[in-house]
Every structure is written in C-alpha cells, then in structure tokens.
C-alpha cells in the first residue's frame, strides 16, 4: 500500500493514556498488506518496541520521517508466516 492511500493517525490528538490502545486496535484490524499512517511530535520508538512485544513478525515499520518537529511512520501489516513442516510431512520420518 503506497503511504498516500494508508489512513492516518495523528496520535497527538490522542490522549497519551489512549494513544496505544488506539493503534493496536487499529492495527489488530489490518488485513495482511494493509497499512496505516503514524504521525507524532517525536519518535514513537516506545511505541515500536510494544509492537514488537506483542506482535514480533508480524508488521514492517517505516520511517516516512524523521523530525525535527513531526515524525511520520508507515505501519504495515506482514502476512501471517507459513507454518514449518512437521519432520513427518510428506512421509519423510518412514513411519
């Protein structure tokens, strides 16, 4: 999805007390490849690292950019992992 067509979230708008809950909210509503805009007053890094605590592999983060006065981040939503193969998938383990 190109940045201009992913809905925005100006996050200081937001009270700080809901800001998180809002964007998991909305990015728990992403279908894979779809992504939204972030928009804060400074780098939201706390913010990625409690997205990479609840939902590691699961989204790509771009920096669309970065200050002085406003930073702008893409949040994408991966498609889900393919699951590994079992070591008796396709009848490898002889059993």
């Given at each position: 999805?190109?940045?201009?067509q992913?809905?925005?979230?100006?996050?200081?708008?937001?009270?700080?007390?809901?800001?998180?809950?809002?964007?998991?909210?909305?990015?728990?509503?992403?279908?894979?490849?779809?992504?939204?805009q972030?928009?804060?007053?400074?780098?939201?890094?706390?913010?990625?690292?409690?997205?990479?605590?609840?939902?590691?592999?699961?989204?790509?983060?771009?920096?669309?950019?970065q200050?002085?006065?406003?930073?702008?981040?893409?949040?994408?939503?991966?498609?889900?992992?393919?699951?590994?193969?079992?070591?008796?998938?396709?009848?490898?383990?002889?059993?």
């Amino acid at each position: 999805m190109l940045p201009s067509q992913a809905p925005v979230i100006d996050v200081r708008t937001i009270d700080p007390r809901e800001r998180y809950v809002l964007v998991f909210d909305r990015f728990d509503s992403l279908l894979p490849g779809e992504a939204l805009q972030l928009i804060h007053n400074h780098d939201p890094l706390p913010l990625r690292h409690q997205l990479e605590a609840r939902s590691a592999g699961q989204f790509q983060w771009a920096y669309l950019q970065q200050g002085p006065a406003q930073w702008r981040v893409l949040l994408s939503k991966l498609e889900p992992a393919e699951a590994e193969d079992s070591c008796c998938s396709g009848g490898a383990c002889g059993g």
